[in-house]
């Protein structure tokens, strides 16, 4: 079967290994979709952490079942899958935290991944199609990403929440601020995603990250209060830092972004704010029922995120200009 490996960053190379054989407790997909999303870009780029090469990129996927079935499914049917393979041991898991696992295996970063004609998958990853399209299926990840980061938030209804960063991933967390009751502020650098979730995400406010007077744009729409909840989905460390000055007294800072470097921020600022910052890192189970469950009641589309369409044969020769702004790329979406 062909396989498309990151070799090293900048460079990839198509290369033809054995299909996969059944193992206990893995079942075989044929995969039909791979969504490309941020951790690509930065693998390919080399500024993506916990990353070895060479390595099969490619998580964000839907499949169908190929060989050796689990309990409940059927060779045949549609499924995408939860990338994040966990121990079940540790105190993560033993907790109801399989996305933070300390022994945390993710599909296509600390093992080969989807950009290929099958994958073998542990079975307890798989997750039913419950009808969506394979489409849709490949962008249940990256939307769960976003729905966990704003679960973590705990989000009152009314507050402001500004998400910084409108790639696929802060525009999933957009999508499940508004659904959560939230506020939202858009801010982003690039004005076509900006206005991008002014027309389709109906986002009121939305901020350039370059503009001068971000501080007092903040504070006008906020009646002076500032947000009291500010989240990063750039995993830019300028942005992360600058993030810190827009939270709200007694607010509250999520980081869904991730970056190679040290987070620096004035703990002075920091404390008298009493401010409560945390992580968020992939997404459980609860959260892809969740999406699933809005995508089937229409509350999102993330259709209209699909901006690049490509066959699998070509991703090599296109993958590159994925990273030029001025191609505009919100998600580029990958047909096997």
Known sequence: MKTLVCTSP??????????????????ILKIKRIGICGTDLHAFEGTQPYFEYPRILGHELAAEIADAPPEGFRIGERVTIIPYFNCETCIACRSGKPNCCVNLRVCGVHIDGGMREYLSVPSYSLVH?????????ALV?????????????????GEFVLVIGAGPIGLGTIEF????GGRVIAMDINEE???FCRDKLRVDHTINAASPDVMQQLRNITNGDMPTVVIDATGNQRAI??????MAHGGRYVLIGLQRGDITFSHPEFHKREGTLMSSRNATRADFGQVMNALKNGLVDPLTYITHRVNFDQVKGEFPDWLKPENSVIKAMVEV
């Open 241 to 246: 830092n600058q993030g810190f000055q827009y």
């Open 193 to 195: 995603r900006l206005r």
């Open 10 to 27: 900048g460079n990839f190379e198509y290369r033809e290994v054995a299909e996969p054989t059944p193992i206990p407790g893995n079942t």
């Open 129 to 137: 199609s419950h009808g969506l399209g394979l489409d849709e299926l």
């Open 177 to 180: 601020a508004r659904i959560s």
């Open 141 to 157: 990840e990256p939307l769960a990403i976003g729905a966990h980061g704003i679960n973590r938030a705990c989000i009152r209804e």
